[in-house]
T-cell receptor, first 114, second 114 residues
Framework: SQKIEQNSEALNIQEGKTATLTCNYT??????LQWYRQDPGRGPVFLLL?????KEKRKERLKVTFDTTLKQSLFHITASQPADSATYLCALGVMDTGRRALTFGSGTRLQVQP | NAGVTQTPKFQVLKTGQSMTLQCAQDMNHNSMYWYRQDPGMGLRLIYY???????DKGEVPNGYNVSRLNKREFSLRLESAAPSQTSVYFCASSSFPASGNTIYFGEGSWLTVV
């Protein structure tokens, strides 16, 4: 069966350190992968997109890698700040005319301690 | 621009009652979605509308109906609410999802069925 796995346990790190979140998937052939941030009581907000032919994407303190052989994406936040504390969701997109919507993982909660 | 607006924010229903969640977007997007989010389950697609005049079932459509009233509006109806439909509901929209465009989410509607 198709599955997207994100670490369900919260990730606690110290301010200034690099946070690394993992997204693994099985039985999908995504054309692209997106990462979203969700704060408590709010809707998800788009952060980054990476396509299947891209290995790495950066945006300010954020970096995403995409390994289609390992079926894994890593999401890095460098020089983390308490304001980065939130839940981070990965989502897979497929180039399938029968399914034009993202499939989301359940998210990993990040807590950055000052 | 308001982005994606959904109403109501909170609602308590009795089992068997019906209600409609309203959603509107002002970004001239073609595609609109309804997701539900439950603890540990992530965001699951209920229905989506790839363009005005079309709707398709997602992963968990049972117990729901949708209407794409026009390009701006996409409503979700619960005909006979059940406790299993207690959840947070998110409406979302995007321009051309198959090309990886960003999905924009509303702020969510908290529904409790007692």
């Amino acid at each position: 069966s198709q599955k997207i796995e994100q670490n369900s346990e919260a990730l606690n790190i110290q301010e200034g350190k690099t946070a690394t979140l993992t997204c693994n998937y099985t039985n999908y052939s995504p054309a692209y992968l997106q990462w979203y941030r969700q704060d408590p009581g709010r809707g998800p907000v788009f952060l980054l997109l990476i396509r299947e032919n891209e290995k790495e994407k950066r945006k300010e303190r954020l970096k995403v890698t995409f390994d289609t052989t390992l079926k894994q994406s890593l999401f890095h936040i460098t020089a983390s700040q308490p304001a980065d504390s939130a839940t981070y969701l990965c989502a897979l997109g497929v180039m399938d005319t029968g399914r034009r919507a993202l499939t989301f993982g359940s998210g990993t909660r990040l807590q950055v301690q000052p | 621009n308001a982005g994606v607006t959904q109403t109501p924010k909170f609602q308590v229903l009795k089992t068997g009652q019906s209600m409609t969640l309203q959603c509107a977007q002002d970004m001239n997007h073609n595609s609109m979605y309804w997701y539900r989010q439950d603890p540990g389950m992530g965001l699951r697609l209920i229905y989506y509308s790839a363009s005005e005049g079309t709707t398709d079932k997602g992963e968990v459509p049972n117990g729901y109906n949708v209407s794409r009233l026009n390009k701006r509006e996409f409503s979700l109806r619960l005909e006979s609410a059940a406790p299993s439909q207690t959840s947070v509901y998110f409406c979302a929209s995007s321009s051309f999802p198959a090309s990886g465009n960003t999905i924009y989410f509303g702020e969510g509607s908290w529904l409790t069925v007692v």
